[in-house]
């Protein structure tokens, strides 16, 4: 091979051009332009806050679940508070069934006793006492059958008759129903003023 041949066969294979690569001021410029839109949505939020605590704007909604809205007037559970008037709670805490009761007169075999305690709390901090009686209550199976409470012929320590309850204070009392040994499915109706409050007892 001659010297005018290895210069040509050198000069095709010319070396490939380096890669180019980013200038490292496009990323500053990119990082910069990010920040500046952070900083802006928090200015643009907090304007909207501030505007909103002070009457301006309606508040936005945060991202929190919303706590849905008891209905007092509908059935409550064994041990669930059921809500009256005048600041009064109903809770049943314990039901009995059937109850024994020493030295009680006998009663038909086709009847039973059967027992509810019952807390009562007066959720109000100030005012007058509330008052609670026995025949504020009474007891329904699924027959359409209704019970008054406490029965002449029987009594028991802490039986209600009247209770006064002062503002933050509870009492724990007891009621007796004598009811027929078959039916089922007993509810506690409570009148509270003007406002009836089932209780489930049992289903």
Do not use: H
Not at 89 to 104: D, N
Not at 110 to 115: A, E, G, K
Not at 195 to 200: G, L, N, S, W
């Amino acid at each position: 091979m001659s010297y005018q041949d290895d210069y040509r066969y050198r000069n095709v294979f010319a070396p490939e051009p380096e890669p180019s690569r980013p200038k490292p001021g496009i990323w500053l410029l990119a990082i910069g332009a990010f920040i500046c839109i952070c900083v802006c949505i928090g200015l643009v939020a907090g304007v909207l806050w501030a505007r909103a605590q002070s009457g301006g704007l309606p508040a936005l909604p945060l991202l929190t679940s919303a706590t849905p809205t008891r209905d007092p007037s509908a059935p409550v559970a064994l041990r669930t508070p059921a809500i009256g008037t005048g600041g009064v709670e109903v809770t049943a805490t314990i039901f009995q069934r059937p109850l024994k009761v020493e030295g009680a007169p006998k009663i038909p075999e086709t009847d039973q006793f059967v027992l509810v305690t019952i807390r009562i709390r007066n959720t109000r901090t100030t005012g007058a006492a509330v008052k609670v009686t026995a025949a504020d209550f009474e007891m329904i199976g699924d027959g359409g059958l209704k019970y008054a409470p406490n029965p002449k012929n029987v009594t028991i320590k802490d039986l209600l008759k009247e209770a006064d309850v002062a503002p933050g204070k509870d009492v724990t009392v007891e009621l007796i129903f004598q009811i027929a040994s078959n039916d089922s499915g007993l509810k506690l109706n409570w009148t509270s003023g003007s406002a009836k409050r089932t209780i489930i007892l049992e289903k």
